[in-house]
T-cell receptor
């Protein structure tokens, strides 16, 4: 089983729908992340959870709502999205440890298309 | 402002033709520089972490090096299966990576 698992891999939703992306990490890490990857753009950090507390929220619109019930699971709840929100959404995890760099491991991503 | 620039944007190599990818960065307080490989439709796969200037790491046909301003990913005698997008990222705080836009490598048999 891969270290970071995301479901669903593909999602098509209308602008009035509500859906959720799910992520589970099997690496024993204490931090989890949501990134957005759009064509021709660098990966953009959306949210970070450290020990189940949200520590970063990079000016993400409120139509994206994260939830971290425990250190192994992370959700991204989606509602009233716009077509420009269509992208690859990547979940990741890492083990935060002091001041040294920590390696972030990614899942396979969830392809979202908003119609 | 922290910035990461990768070049070239795309690179086509003949099988066996060695080359290098560049990642230049301007950041305050580098904690680490990371290289990832990303295949189409998949998440980034971790390759290397470099922490200080002068450090080098190798894995099969790949070798990553780091100076105070840039990092290189050297590819020696590449094979078609090395075709992918290679992403560079720098870490300044504990919680985030700043990514470049990547270099799309195509290795032709």
């Amino acid at each position: 089983e891969t270290g970071v698992t995301q479901t669903p891999r593909h999602l098509v939703m209308g602008m009035t729908n509500k859906k959720s992306l799910k992520c589970e990490q099997h690496l024993g890490h204490n931090a989890m992340y949501w990134y957005k990857q759009s064509a021709k753009k660098p990966l953009e950090l959306m949210f970070v959870y450290s020990l189940e507390e949200r520590v970063e929220n990079n000016s993400v619109p409120s139509r994206f709502s994260p939830e971290c019930p425990n250190s192994s699971h992370l959700f991204l709840h989606l509602h009233t999205l716009q077509p420009e929100d269509s992208a690859l959404y990547l979940c990741a995890s890492s083990q935060l440890q002091g001041s040294s760099g920590n390696t972030i491991y990614f899942g396979e991503g969830s392809w979202l298309t908003v119609v | 402002e922290d910035q990461v620039t990768q070049s070239p944007e795309a690179l086509r190599l003949q099988e066996g033709e060695s080359s290098s990818l560049n990642c230049s960065y301007t950041v305050s307080g580098l904690r680490g520089l990371f290289w990832y490989r990303q295949d189409p439709g998949k998440g980034p796969e971790f390759l290397f972490t470099l922490y200080s200037a002068g450090e080098e790491k190798e894995k099969e046909r790949l070798k990553a090096t780091l100076t105070k301003k840039e990092s290189f990913l050297h590819i020696t005698a590449p094979k078609p299966e090395d075709s992918a997008t290679y992403l560079c990222a720098v870490q300044t705080g504990a919680n985030n990576l700043f990514f470049g836009t990547g270099t799309r490598l195509t290795v032709i048999p």
